[in-house]
């Protein structure tokens, strides 16, 4: 007996017949989270390495006049994560694929946007360029660190934002929010924008806090613009990598005389001893998405998934529908 509903899931594969998902080994978790959503199975394939360390892909599947999404996270070890994406799409270019789509939730050397110092690269630059020539046609990624770039490229560049997971996530732990009693802190200037989205979804004002770094991966001095006292503190930011500058900016607001403090953050980076220092720190509750997989955490973490997210870009991409309106 055929259904109504069997009938729909019949008339779905039908739609999405020529779409094809393949992933890396960066986040399989992730991406089968992506592939059950859809309901279209991960491509058969080969992802794995030589005896001498080379990557080596094979596509088990015929990818011939199809659009193809390759999912693949360039977090750590992210030169290995890398050279899978790019040996991925190189693959499945010489396939003759119609259409390739680079998924990469978490761009990896994002950092390196600009020339700090002379001779210096701009390393964002250079994997944009090396995602374009591998045969890459389209790129989705979430929350850049630098929105700017989106520019490097010469394709398509859908930057993702995962805010309203997070908030979700947050809303749901912490139930009815006192507008009166809380505050979103933008831990620098070039994070204002973010704040803002934030702001906006749960309705709260904004401090910003400045910081005088002398280097990348380190602060000087942090003065906070707004009102800290007596409020509870939600820190937003786009990636937590060591977390020195978050335990940092978590004890200068406690200093300031800041109640609860609690942080979203998109992407879990968590190098070095990151876990350890926020385990000791005065921050409450932590909130990152699944962009990056996470081996350890601890009782201080809750990860909210954007493979809901991912997957609807996924379906308006190969349907030719907007994107920019699920963020309006």
Do not use: W
């Amino acid at each position: 007996m055929i259904t109504p509903q069997s009938e729909e899931i019949e008339e779905n594969k039908d739609i999405f017949n020529r779409l094809v998902l393949i992933s890396g080994n960066s986040n399989l978790e992730l991406a089968k989270k992506i592939s059950d959503t859809l309901d279209i199975p991960l491509a058969n394939s080969i992802v794995s390495k030589f005896s001498d360390g080379e990557v080596r892909v094979k596509i088990l599947e015929n990818v011939r006049g199809k659009d193809v999404f390759v999912i693949q996270s360039t977090c750590p070890p992210v030169n290995d994560n890398l050279m899978e994406l790019l040996i991925i799409i190189d693959a499945v270019k010489r396939a003759s694929a119609n259409s390739i789509t680079a998924v990469i939730p978490y761009f990896g050397y994002a950092k390196q946007e600009k020339k700090v110092s002379g001779r210096e690269p701009i390393t964002a630059k250079l994997v944009a360029n090396l995602i374009t020539v591998a045969g890459a046609n389209r790129v989705v990624t979430v929350d850049l660190h630098a929105p700017a770039i989106q520019g490097f490229f010469d394709i398509p560049v859908d930057n993702l934002y995962a805010y309203r997971a997070l908030v979700n996530a947050f809303m749901e732990y912490i139930g009815k929010v006192d507008k009166d009693s809380f505050v979103i802190l933008a831990p620098d200037a070039g994070s204002v924008i973010r704040a803002r989205m934030y702001s906006e979804k749960m309705g709260l004002p904004i401090a910003v806090m400045f910081k005088r770094r002398p280097d990348i991966e380190e602060v000087e001095s942090m003065e906070v613009v707004g009102e800290i006292e007596n409020k509870n503190v939600i820190i937003v930011d786009d990636m937590v990598s060591t977390a020195k500058t978050l335990v940092r900016a978590a004890e200068k607001l406690k200093a300031m005389g800041a109640n609860k403090i609690y942080a979203l953050a998109v992407h879990p980076v968590f190098s070095s001893n990151a876990l350890e220092l926020l385990d000791k720190s005065p921050i409450e509750k932590m909130f990152v998405t699944d962009t990056i997989p996470l081996k350890n955490t601890n009782q201080k973490i809750i990860v909210s998934s954007i493979s809901n997210l991912i997957s609807e870009v996924i379906k308006r991409i190969y349907l030719k529908k907007s994107i920019s309106e699920l963020f309006d």
